[in-house]
């Protein structure tokens, strides 16, 4: 009798454990990449105060119940860009990119992309999705139009 509960209390504490941990790592890769942001006045605003650090900064927009997710990234040059999370190519993969030093990496493909040359330019395949901005003193303005218009990647 003794031993039974012994072993209810392992078995127990181990289904504890595997959800903890299981809970843990999927922390890790699905919560906190991105930064919620919210409309105002048509735009969204992004200090570039918190990009000075050159990495790439994602964020996600909530809209008609689709999320929309985009990243921020400061260049060599000191130029500020900005991209979907997503690409014509591999959108429907839904793995978007990483920062690799100077470049933004396709977690589906692993095609890498120079940083500084992100722009209006460098559109389709699996380039980021060009997502245009304006600085506005310390910080960069981005149309809530353009945003939504990302949406089917998402």
């Not at 959800?19 to 942001?37: C, H, P, R, W």
Request: aromatic content about 10%.
């Amino acid at each position: 009798m003794e031993r039974n509960r012994v072993m209810q209390w392992l078995v127990a504490g181990c289904a504890v454990m595997v959800l903890l941990i299981g809970t843990i790592d999927a922390g890790a890769f699905s919560f906190g990449k991105y930064e919620k942001v919210t409309v105002a006045g048509g735009t969204v605003t992004l200090p570039t105060a918190k990009l000075a650090d050159g990495k790439a900064h994602f964020y996600s927009l909530e809209d008609g119940g689709k999320t929309i997710t985009f990243f921020a990234v400061k260049a060599a040059d000191g130029s500020i860009k900005t991209a979907f999370d997503a690409c014509d190519s591999c959108y429907r993969a839904k793995k978007g990119y990483e920062q690799q030093g100077d470049k933004m990496n396709c977690k589906n493909c692993n095609q890498k992309f120079a940083i500084n040359r992100l722009g209006p330019n460098a559109t389709g395949g699996c380039n980021p999705g060009y997502l245009p901005n304006r600085p506005n003193g310390t910080s960069i303005v981005i149309k809530a139009d353009d945003l939504k218009g990302g949406a089917r990647y998402f």
